[in-house]
């Protein structure tokens, strides 16, 4: 199955940035999926945050992280990223990459594949 890890997360002061990475790590064709980017806070739903098209990098991103962050993937490296810039309060939260097979997916059920997460920490 799809094996995805995530890296790059810590803590930063608000108005920092931080870039997040995914890797895919099991030998399945990265291509092949869309992939996206959650969140989640503790005590609260599972967030989306942004999805990428499988070749085209085409994207869209939650309008409260619109502006702000920006995802991008290599698929000769096998990894998807998270630019986070102008980070606030208010984006702590465990950050996880998923793969789908569905375009424009943006509810985790449609993500059968997560990585761990990575915690994202962001102190005023």
């Known amino acids: 199955q799809v094996q995805l890890v995530e890296s790059g997360g810590g803590l930063v002061q608000a108005g920092g940035s931080l870039r997040l990475s995914c890797t895919e790590s099991s030998g399945r064709t990265f291509s092949d999926y869309y992939m996206g980017w959650f969140r989640q806070a503790p005590g609260k739903e599972r967030e989306f945050v942004a999805h990428?098209?499988?070749?085209?990098?085409?994207?869209y991103v939650a309008e409260s992280v619109k502006g702000r962050f920006t995802a991008s993937r290599n698929n000769a490296k096998t990894t998807l990223y998270l630019q986070m810039n102008s980070l606030k309060s208010e984006d702590t939260a465990v950050y996880y990459c998923?793969?789908?097979?569905?375009?424009?997916?943006?509810?985790?059920?449609?993500?059968?594949?997560w990585g761990q997460g990575t915690q994202v920490t962001v102190s005023s």
């Open positions: 998923a793969a789908s097979t569905v375009a424009g997916a943006s509810s985790p059920i449609q993500y059968p594949y």
């Open positions: 990428i098209s499988r070749f085209t990098g085409v994207t």
